[in-house]
């Protein structure tokens, strides 16, 4: 079974200051994906970024990036420069290559205060 | 090319009465997938649609629940005799042929059993 795991319910960053954001999963697969997803207030999930297990280097997306380790299935978010429409709950995804379906973890609640 | 739509944005059922849940996918996606956010917790997967068939609804509830996606018109999710507890957020998401990692989400229907 794969499990997502994101331990911090609640954060807080100062308006242009950087925060990382952690995500711990399960799984016995080698070929998968992960995300992070942002819902704001509004709903809607919004894509931040995707990493494929298969490459070493850590994603990147303007200010958004990734420190993926493999071996501690660990994949964590940095924002820098936080920005006040960056205040969302954050979530991080799995999913296996051969699969069709998210496995989310149960949020992190992000407010930056100006 | 418009996202991904769901209607209605929000939905206020008495127990026992039937709620109808629509997605259109966004254009040229022919996978639909549908995810149950319940409060405080992450999305859920629920079932996986193409055009006619049911793919995978290994996350559906054995009873009430029922969902189909047909050759014309919207998919549809179905829950009957609806219960307190099918009070959530209900995500629609569309992707691309064998692209699954793709998922572009809808903006919710809101449901309250009251």
């Known amino acids: 079974a794969q499990t997502v795991t994101q331990s911090q319910p609640e954060m807080s960053v100062q308006e242009a200051e950087t925060v990382t954001l952690s995500c711990t999963y399960d799984?016995?697969?080698?070929?998968?994906?992960l995300f992070w997803y942002k819902q704001p207030p509004s709903r809607q999930m919004i894509l931040v970024i995707r990493q494929e297990a298969y490459k070493q280097q850590n994603a990147t997306e303007n200010r958004f990036s990734v420190n993926f380790q493999k071996a501690a299935k660990s994949f964590s978010l940095k924002i820098s420069d936080s920005q006040l429409g960056d205040t969302a709950m954050y979530f991080c995804?799995?999913?296996?290559?051969?699969?069709?379906?998210?496995?989310f973890g149960t949020g992190t609640s992000l407010t930056v205060i100006p | 090319n418009a996202g991904v739509m769901q209607n209605p944005r929000h939905l206020v059922r008495r127990r026992g009465q039937e709620a109808r849940l629509r997605c259109s996918p966004m254009k040229g996606h022919s996978h639909v997938y549908w995810y149950r956010q319940l409060p405080e917790e992450g999305l859920k997967f629920m079932v996986y649609?193409?055009?006619?068939?049911?793919?995978?609804e290994s996350g559906m509830p054995k009873e009430r629940f029922s969902a189909e996606f047909p050759k014309e018109g919207p998919s549809i999710l179905r829950i009957q005799q609806v219960v307190r507890g099918d009070s959530a957020a209900y995500f629609c998401?569309?992707?691309?042929?064998?692209?699954?990692?793709?998922?572009?989400f809808g903006p919710g229907t809101r449901l309250t059993v009251t």
């Open positions: 649609l193409q055009k006619e068939n049911i793919i995978d």
């Open positions: 998401a569309s992707s691309p042929s064998l692209t699954y990692y793709e998922q572009y």
């Open positions: 995804a799995f999913m296996l290559m051969t699969g069709n379906q998210f496995y």
């Open positions: 799984t016995s697969e080698n070929n998968y994906y």
